[in-house]
């Protein structure tokens, strides 16, 4: 299956803002240059906490970060939704 030009756009776009090395958290993706795993963001969330309260505790990550994370993730979402 091929790559579009929109899938690579947004690949490129999430590597501004996430990062996976196999030698740090087992390749786990973490927000780029912390060791904070995106998973944690979208845990927080589910349980209900405000972005503010990841954002306190987890201060090596920047807002601009997390709602790139979130819009990207919303848009990948949409992009395999197919309605019938």
């Known amino acids: 299956m091929a790559i579009s030009v929109d899938q690579a756009a947004e690949a490129a776009r999430l590597a501004l803002w996430i990062e996976r090395d196999p030698g740090r958290l ?10 904070v795993p995106v998973k944690s963001l979208f845990d927080h969330l589910r349980a209900g906490d405000p972005l503010e309260t990841f954002l306190e505790d987890f201060p090596g990550v920047t807002r601009e970060q997390t709602e790139n994370v979130i819009d990207l993730a919303g848009h990948q979402l949409v992009g395999e939704l197919q309605f019938k």
């Not at 786990?28 to 912390?34: K, M, P, Q, S, Y």
């Open 26 to 35: 087992g390749g786990t993706a973490v927000f780029r240059g912390t060791r």
